[in-house]
């Protein structure tokens, strides 16, 4: 019977590794800002180890880690602008990438580093559509962004494995874009103990 259980170093060692990118200039230090550094970790980071080993997450700050326990991370030491930053991000840590199994980007403008890794390693790529950029560009008067966003957008879409789309109107946009097979529909949810209805 011994030798049909795995040891616990075994069953570790058999959990694949995932690499986390974050939105294209994101990281715990903003997150912390507005409060979501707590969603991400009672939402997403604790839920991880059930299935990964300890993720590798990737950020665009310079900053400590602030949940070792959970995650390693990854800081931007190098003060460069993120719009360089996310196409160097493979080749500044390029051994914590090679070994991941899977590669999770949190919103579509920060895709580009998994595209090239996945060039160069064969990674797979799950990544969430959730919002138009475009639209959000042309309201803002970024139209000089629109061409980079586009192409982002295309090639997102077009060589992610799986893609996780958070409402309707995004999953008819991607669907006319790529095969319905490598879209989930999955809405953001609300935790209705914080959020819910005033009273009368």
């Given at each position: 019977?011994?030798?049909?259980?795995?040891s616990?170093?075994?069953?570790k060692?058999?959990?694949?590794n995932?690499?986390i990118?974050?939105?294209l200039?994101?990281?715990?230090?903003?997150y912390?800002?507005?409060?979501?550094?707590?969603?991400?970790?009672?939402?997403?980071?604790?839920?991880y180890?059930?299935?990964?080993n300890?993720p590798?997450?990737?950020?665009?700050?310079?900053?400590?880690?602030?949940f070792?326990?959970?995650?390693?991370?990854?800081?931007?030491?190098?003060?460069?602008?993120?719009?360089?930053y996310?196409?160097?991000?493979?080749f500044?840590?390029?051994?914590?990438?090679?070994?991941?199994?899977?590669?999770?980007?949190?919103?579509?403008?920060?895709v580009?580093?998994?595209?090239?890794?996945?060039?160069?390693?064969?990674?797979?790529?799950?990544?969430t559509y959730g919002?138009?950029?475009?639209l959000?560009?042309?309201?803002?008067?970024?139209?000089?962004s629109?061409?980079?966003?586009?192409?982002?957008?295309?090639?997102?879409l077009?060589?992610?494995?799986k893609?996780?789309?958070?409402?309707?109107?995004m999953?008819?946009?991607a669907?006319?874009?790529?095969?319905?097979?490598?879209?989930?529909?999955?809405?953001?949810?609300?935790?209705?103990?914080?959020?819910k209805?005033?009273?009368?």
């Open positions: 019977m011994r030798r049909l259980l795995p616990a170093a075994k069953t060692t058999m959990k694949p995932l690499g990118l974050l939105n200039g994101d990281s715990f230090t903003i912390k800002k507005s409060g979501r550094d707590i969603h991400w970790r009672n939402n997403y980071l604790k839920f180890p059930q299935e990964f300890q590798l997450v990737f950020s665009y700050n310079h900053e400590s880690n602030p070792p326990e959970l995650i390693k991370l990854f800081p931007n030491r190098t003060g460069l602008p993120r719009f360089i996310t196409f160097l991000i493979p500044l840590y390029f051994k914590q990438l090679k070994s991941c199994q899977v590669l999770r980007v949190k919103q579509m403008p920060g580009w580093p998994a595209l090239i890794a996945k060039l160069f390693w064969r990674l797979p790529v799950i990544s919002y138009d950029y475009c959000f560009a042309k309201k803002e008067g970024h139209r000089f629109l061409p980079l966003i586009k192409l982002t957008e295309q090639l997102g077009k060589f992610s494995d893609v996780i789309v958070t409402n309707q109107e999953y008819n946009k669907s006319r874009a790529v095969s319905k097979n490598k879209l989930s529909l999955i809405p953001n949810g609300v935790y209705t103990v914080l959020f209805p005033k009273s009368r």
